[in-house]
């Protein structure tokens, strides 16, 4: 028995690198996984998904202060409803991911469009920091948050 052990061991660790039973480094296909997630997230909030937005998060995921599958899909809906969602479109850029096989850390640049102005228009830029598990299902948010980009302080008027 103890062969046997020490054999699956030796054999793990000239496989593996000896990362047996742990967190690995990213892979290329985790990352390009991940990527994917960020284009799922869009897409589905923007064409009003909002089934297929939530479940972009684990089931108990949290986006600002909006928590549990039920509530992020209602957010889509009021969102698209009350908050013209139906003509706004999420922009990403210069996303960078980092972590293992199993978490990954987050951050990318948001531009929010309007597509119902002619020209169109920029409603606003921020930045989302997220936290990101894999899943039996694939990679999931676990946390996203939002931080909105302030306009400079206007000068002061000068009588």
Known sequence: MKKTFLAAVAACSLLFGGACGAAGELSAQDTVDIQQ??????IAIDSGDAQGWAATFTPDGVFNAISGHAALAEFVNTWREKLSGASRRH???????????????????????????KPISIVGTATYTDSLVKTKDGWRFTKRTTMSDSAPAAPPVKD
Do not use: C, H, P, Q
């Not at 210069?94 to 951050?107: H, P, Y």
């Open 91 to 117: 922009w990403n850029n210069n996303l960078r991911i980092t972590g293992n096989s199993k978490e990954a850390s987050g951050f990318v640049f948001l531009m929010l469009i309007d597509v119902s102005t």
């Open 37 to 42: 997630l960020y284009a799922r997230y869009n």
